[in-house]
């Protein structure tokens, strides 16, 4: 049997609006291997929450539409399923953790509700099994006096304790897969790390495999096995993560770890990379990177760039390294 939990192949999605087809997603591949956590890490724009949507199959359609590769979960297509057959998956098979649990959850249903209701969709149980898995749940994430919460709306809880209320919920039915989509954005630094600290736990109790979107290198080095890299909707480096932190290769991946802050760094000012993420309406002739690029020649203005593999495992978008993964120039 293939530990290979999701296979994406040549994923792409764009939105068609009145400034014509936009690439929101452009031909990205990756795997999840059972148990093992993929990170996917860019600044804003970068595409990394709609490649999640996209896996979800919740991105909003219309304006924005598959238009290419497979999303293969456990061999199954997900690009070919009906929305019922979708939402089977959702929840049981793939459960998601969005940024801001304010929005995600309901504000006008109990705690308790939303839960028993997300366990009833996917698990044939009775009201009093759903309820009992509920109240374990919140124990199981590290909330006090879970009969209390259970009985609460989400405006009574803190935003530490929504987002574990999120995992719950999201692990209720011990998916195979549970997508992170920076769950740690809105919360302070200490309950940062116990949010993170709970999902690496719970991920090896239950086994199940984690795809954990951040624009936050640390966390990516703390928390993953493996790290897609994006930017303006491509892939531009993909590898282990130990390969990544030793020998980050593309500009870009070197610029945002140059940017990790340092207690041992001398330097006054922390690393920045000039310049923005691109517009989908405006995106560069060549090389995606190139406005942004110290490394950037003729050659990255008017070409773009493939992915190639200069080691095993190690693949990179950028001019400046061989097919052998020599690097042509400095």
Do not use: W
């Not at 089977?88 to 953790?97: E, F, L, P, Y």
């Not at 709306?153 to 039915?173: D, T």
């Amino acid at each position: 049997m293939s530990d290979i939990i999701l296979d994406v192949k040549d994923l792409s999605m764009s939105f068609f609006t009145d400034q014509g087809e936009l690439p929101a997603v452009n031909r990205v591949s990756f795997q999840v291997e059972k148990g093992r956590t993929l990170g996917i890490v860019g600044e804003s724009g970068c595409g990394k929450s709609m490649t999640s949507l996209c896996v979800m199959r919740l991105f909003p359609s219309p304006p924005g539409r598959i238009v290419g590769g497979s999303i293969l979960f456990h061999g199954q297509d997900l690009t070919k399923l009906s929305k019922k057959e979708m939402r089977a998956i959702r929840g049981k098979g793939i459960a998601m953790i969005f940024q801001e649990p304010m929005t995600s959850l309901n504000p006008v249903l109990t705690i308790g509700k939303q839960l028993t209701e997300a366990i009833m969709a996917h698990e044939t149980v009775s009201k009093a099994e759903a309820r009992a898995r509920a109240l374990h749940m919140i124990d199981l994430v590290g909330i006090p006096m879970p009969e209390k919460i259970y009985a609460s709306c989400p405006h009574q809880l803190s935003g530490g304790m929504r987002q574990r209320i999120m995992i719950a919920m999201a692990l209720s039915c011990k998916p195979d897969l549970l997508i992170c989509d920076e769950p740690t954005t809105a919360l302070d630094v200490t309950i940062q790390a116990q949010i993170l600290d709970l999902i690496n736990r719970l991920k090896n109790e239950t086994g199940t495999s984690v795809m954990m979107i951040t624009h936050d290198m640390g966390v990516i080095n703390e928390m993953t096995d493996t790290v897609l890299v994006m930017y303006a909707g491509q892939v531009v480096e993909y590898a282990a993560t130990g390969e990544l932190f030793s020998r980050p290769s593309h500009p870009y991946t070197t610029g945002l770890i140059a940017s990790i802050p340092s207690l041992d760094r001398e330097e006054e000012e922390l690393n920045v990379i000039p310049g923005a993420v691109p517009m989908l309406y405006e995106l560069p002739e060549g090389c995606l990177f190139c406005p942004r690029c110290p490394y950037a020649t003729d050659r990255c203005r008017k070409e773009r760039p493939e992915l190639s593999e200069i080691a095993p495992g190690h693949q990179v978008r950028c001019f400046r390294y061989s097919s052998d993964g020599k690097e042509e120039r400095p």
